[in-house]
């Protein structure tokens, strides 16, 4: 299938899906973003089979960088496409196949309770050969949250992770925000994970603009090193995705994890 075919076959399923999904995404810091439509979480954790794979990799620390990373080294063609983990399933294993396809890797940041609902897909991330990371158990405005609140949402997402995948992922995000406060960098920090991950190209996609609009937004701002902000749950994600990774490899910048971004 050439890359126009495939590039075709998929907006047509995008737009299937869309008829029947409107998946909420995250918001890049706007209060008026919509709110998630994943369900609270109940107190009991994923009764998921436990896994006989080994555990998967933790977070980790890179010496000389600030605790808050908005993006990888300028002297190397990579970039990194990082998405905000919830939605609908159908939606996330699409894209995640889709960047398979081409060879790239990418990083989702998950909510707690959208793992809940959907177990296998913290393995389905993984065996991809992707990063997995916290992105709070509840998708809330974290950093306005009392420190027992804001503390109880990383770690319950962290405690998912770990039952999951024998982790606590490679990352932390803080959710409806693009930056953690100083309060929740700290919390992070005790909950295991020395830097807290933002951006530096913000995609837009949650605002639905279509999928032309995200290429253009992302490809217009991206660089070596870029950290780029995209979310599952949005079929505009989906059809922006063939020609945004056909435009990466024109220019010679290899989509990777975030993890072989800073490393």
């Known amino acids: 299938m050439t890359t126009t075919d495939r590039r075709t076959a998929l907006r047509t399923g995008a737009g299937l899906v869309a008829g029947g999904v409107l998946a909420a995404g995250c918001s890049a810091g706007a209060a008026a973003h919509p709110a998630p439509t994943t369900a609270a979480p109940t107190a009991a954790a994923p009764t998921a089979r436990r896994s006989t794979r080994p555990p998967a990799v933790g977070p980790r620390h890179y010496p000389g960088r600030p605790a808050q990373l908005t993006h990888g080294p300028r002297t190397r063609p990579r970039v990194a496409l990082t998405f905000h983990g919830q939605g609908d399933p159908a939606l996330a294993r699409a894209l995640l196949t889709e960047a398979e396809r081409h060879g790239a890797r990418v990083t989702v940041l998950a909510v707690g309770s959208w793992l809940d609902e959907h177990p296998s897909l913290a393995r389905r991330i ?107 749950g949005h079929p505009d994600t989906v059809a922006a995705l063939p020609a945004l990774l056909d435009e990466l490899d024109h220019r010679g910048l290899a989509a990777v994890t975030t993890t072989e971004l800073f490393s």
Request: hydrophobic content about 35%.
């Open 126 to 232: 993984l065996d991809g050969g992707h990063d997995l990371g916290n992105h709070t158990q509840r998708h809330l405005a974290v950093n306005t949250m009392t420190q027992a609140d804001a503390r109880a949402e990383i770690t319950a997402c962290a405690d998912r992770l770990r039952r999951l995948t024998g982790s606590i992922g490679t990352w932390f995000r803080p959710s409806r925000a693009p930056r953690a406060s100083p309060l929740v960098q700290r919390l992070a920090r005790e909950a295991g994970y020395p830097h807290v991950l933002s951006y530096d190209v913000d995609s837009l996609d949650y605002t639905r603009p279509g999928p032309d609009a995200v290429t253009r937004k992302v490809l217009g701002e991206i660089r070596n090193g870029s950290v780029m902000s995209l979310h599952f």
